[in-house]
């Protein structure tokens, strides 16, 4: 089982080979250990024998959601989000669009190799789609949070064919990557809600086994239906009709959404020797710091989370620093002269032996899908005039969900009626860095405001509250334009429109076309909206008005 964090030093030369080329992982079901011995039995295994692999898979499934994060998400989309940076490497990283390839091939490859094939043999060597039909669908689930991940990130993929040949595999567009996402949904939605109307509500597993929900099928509901509505507004602008539909049906399930941080779908830490990724993304190295965008809005708003998520600056490493137990963040794209430039500044709150207290220590859950997120899900199906719910109600509970999750108590009425804005950004070491605040939108609803001026407020409340999930916040600025974030001080893609449009998606590692041509061909083909570059907008990524 591969880890989910691993430190990946800077190498500007890019020696580092993609292993097992994705169109290999795919086809080779047998890549997945849990599975070498069945894949060479065609025949189906008894009841008895699906039961054991079952209790034995899901919770690795689950951490594999995350595979390979630091080079898979880390190194890309949380920077991309202007939430974190990596401060501990040189020109041409992902951050300033110098585009890693070693970086980037695992953010395609490692999920193939560990949830795709795992999931075609649990459905062609068992019998488990007949024999515990909401189990199955809970591995829908789980194949489609984690394959979201990496169409959101290149745009069209190998899906509906998947692990199914030893010959290459074809792209499938990603409009038809999410009509099977809802398709998968609705199985498991039909499955769940069957079980728990004949009375049954959970596997007949160890409650440990499912590192989520304790197979607690009501709460998988919950969470089928929530995964529908993010998904479904994720494809508003291309597919007004069938995301209002997809939207609807996820709201008006019987089954309820994530409600309260209670129903938050998280994976525990210190498990199956996973470790919170986001902690080990400061520990291991001290990689990361605060990005300028996420300083600015936070300071600006006086935001009583600020304290939580980040730590403030230290002494310089060659000496006293004149900002220490200053906040102070970094411009995505920076050019670092030498690891040591920025490693100082702000990094996560991390716990330490005198400072024991805080939230991200190495046993913080790594958060699937949020209560919080849900809600401001529900705001903005509101704002659509889809549903007849309180667009303020939704939003305030948003923001006060997420308070909770972090444990805050203290300021937050005063929050929610706060009518700062959004900080201007100094760089302390090079002024030239410096940059004007870019929102004029306040915490406290403006009820008067345009439908604009409210989705900005919706997403910008969400931004905050998504944190740390950079793959989700970098989608929702793909699409909506929010919250207004700094362009990158460098660019080093060669696109000189890169810099004002800033990155759309990842490019296909070149292995791949080296691998197999006709392959990179139909990924391209199926691409739609321009070549296989990083300024090439996604199927969703519609270059149009959000109303």
């Not at 019998?127 to 745009?155: C, E, H, Y």
């Not at 411009?331 to 990094?347: E, H, I, L, M, P």
């Not at 700062?420 to 940059?435: G, H, Q």
């Not at 939108?441 to 931004?463: C, D, F, H, R, Y």
Request: with cysteine.
């Amino acid at each position: 089982m591969k880890r989910n964090f691993k430190y990946i030093p800077y190498n500007p030369k890019g020696k580092y080979t993609f292993i097992g080329v994705m169109l290999i992982a795919l086809a080779l079901t047998g890549c997945t250990k849990n599975f070498e011995k069945y894949n060479t039995d065609p025949t189906k295994l008894s009841s008895t024998q699906s039961v054991a692999i079952a209790s034995t898979l899901f919770g690795p499934l689950e951490v594999n959601i995350f595979d390979d994060y630091q080079r898979a998400q880390n190194l890309s989309a949380d920077g991309y989000a202007g939430y974190l940076d990596a401060c501990a490497f040189n020109q041409g990283s992902n951050l300033d669009y110098g585009m890693h390839e070693s970086w980037n091939a695992p953010a395609l490859g490692d999920i193939y190799g560990d949830i795709l094939p795992s999931m075609r043999s649990l459905g062609l060597t068992t019998n488990i789609k007949t024999s515990q039909p909401p189990v199955w669908g809970i591995g829908l689930l789980i194949q489609v949070t984690a394959m979201d991940k990496v169409t959101d990130r290149f745009g069209p993929v190998p899906y509906s064919k998947a692990g199914s040949s030893l010959t290459t595999t074809p792209f499938d567009s990603q409009q038809a990557i999410y009509q099977q996402f809802f398709k998968q949904i609705d199985t498991a939605v039909t499955n769940l809600q069957a079980a728990i109307s004949a009375g049954v509500t959970s596997a007949p597993y160890t409650a440990s086994t499912d590192y989520v929900y304790g197979w607690s099928y009501k709460q998988w509901l919950k969470y089928a239906n929530s995964l529908r509505l993010r998904l479904a507004m994720r494809i508003v602008k291309v597919d007004a009709i069938t995301a209002k539909a997809q939207a609807l049906a996820a709201i008006q399930n019987s089954g309820g959404l994530l409600e309260t941080p209670a129903d938050d779908a998280n994976i525990p830490s210190s498990i199956n020797g996973f470790t919170g990724v986001y902690a080990i993304a400061t520990y291991g190295g001290g990689q990361m710091v605060m990005d300028a965008a996420i300083q600015s809005y936070m300071q600006g708003y006086n935001d009583p989370r600020f304290t939580v998520y980040f730590a403030p600056t230290t002494a310089a490493p060659t000496g006293t620093s004149p900002y220490a137990g200053q906040y102070h963040g970094v411009r995505t794209g920076t050019y670092v002269s030498d690891n040591a430039t920025y490693a100082y500044f702000s990094t996560l709150n991390i716990a330490t032996s005198t400072n024991p207290n805080v939230y991200w220590t190495p046993s913080v859950p790594q958060p699937i899908l949020t209560s919080a997120e849900v809600w401001f899900l529900r705001a903005e199906a509101a704002l659509r005039g889809w549903t007849t719910e309180s667009v303020q109600t939704d939003y305030e509970t948003g923001i006060r969900n997420s308070m909770t999750k972090y444990g805050v108590t203290s300021g937050v009425d005063a929050y929610i009626a706060g009518t700062t804005t959004e900080a201007n950004y100094v760089d302390p070491l090079v002024p030239a860095n410096n940059a004007t605040a870019l929102s004029t939108i306040s915490v406290a609803w403006n009820p008067n405001g345009t439908k604009e001026q409210m989705l900005e407020q919706i997403i910008t409340q969400k931004w905050l509250a998504l944190f740390p999930d950079g793959q989700e916040a970098w989608a929702d600025y793909r699409r909506t334009g929010y919250p207004k974030l700094f362009p990158i001080i460098n660019n080093n893609s060669g696109i000189p429109g890169a810099v004002a449009l800033q990155i759309r998606r990842l490019q296909y590692p070149s292995s791949l076309i080296l691998k197999d041509p006709a392959a990179f061909s139909n990924a391209v083909a199926n691409l739609l909206n321009g070549p296989d570059n990083i300024t090439t907008r996604l199927w969703w990524d519609v270059n149009a008005p959000n109303f």
